[in-house]
């Protein structure tokens, strides 16, 4: 993808970007955020990142779709005092060490994993990982880390308390389509055993006339079998409750957390992060358990497994 396409698809994912970091901040902060986008015409993002003063600090991370992208947030010391601050409810320090990154990498990694988690509610698979926030005093020690030049840089304007310059930079990796013709014909004959499972079909073997492609058939059961063995992790969960970093540092022995469902409501099961089903608690052997009472249909459970 070529700097201009990143830049369309940074203008046109800015409105929902934007609406998301809002709530995420406000639960985050305590506070109000409103941001404005200017993306920039320089292509060469060490001298982009050469024109901010410093001392900075540097937020970096990928995210992985339909493309691999590697991203630098970098903002103002003082915004990174005050965000932390608000985090636990206490006066702004002079003065970043340890502590103050640490909290700030935590506050990054939920409102990340909040834009991540409202992009799959759109269908549209997305990871983001590797986060690490360091602060560089000078330009010299930041640009030295940069291996990649040519990228799109944008710059904001944060509307807290007062008004703060927040910079990202974005460098193309990789596209993530490759094997897609191939995952496409596993997909379908995953999904065919699914569909006969959840219609309780008896099949019985089958033999058919050679046409020259048993050696494509053995290669995708193969890999079919490879998949059912895969081990996935399944969550059952009770409720879920957003609550601001300053009242989690409150809680103490004896503190209740209201959470969203209602007694009786049926509990959400995940496969693979990804909810598969609804049951009830049973109690089984003096062991918890949970009895499904409604299924997603194949297709839908096929890709959320994925």
Known sequence: MDINGINEMLANNFDDINEIIKQSFNQLF????????????ETNTIIAISEAEYPRLHI?????GKYTFNHLLTLEP?????????????????DIGDEHIEGLQEAASQLIGQIQTAFEADGNPLKIDAIEIKLFESVEEAIGTIDEEEGS????TAEIDEEYDIRHYVWFVEANDATEDIEKSIEQDILGNLEKEDEKVNVNPTS??????????????????MLLDVDLEAVVELGRKSIPIKDVLQLGRGS??????????????FVNNKKLAEGEVVVVDERFGIR????IDPKQRLKNLK
């Open 30 to 41: 305590g506070r109000d955020i409103k941001l404005s986008q200017n993306i920039s015409d």
């Open 60 to 64: 970096s991370f990928r995210s992985k």
């Open 78 to 94: 003082t915004l990174g005092l005050k965000l932390f601050a608000w985090m636990i409810g206490d006066e702004p320090d002079t």
């Open 153 to 156: 840089a944008s710059n904001y």
């Open 208 to 225: 058919f006339q050679d046409f020259g492609g048993e050696q494509r058939e053995d290669e995708d059961s193969r890999n079919i079998d």
């Open 256 to 269: 209740i957390i209201e959470l969203n469902k209602t007694a009786g409501e049926p509990l959400d099961i």
């Open 292 to 295: 499904i009472t409604h299924l």
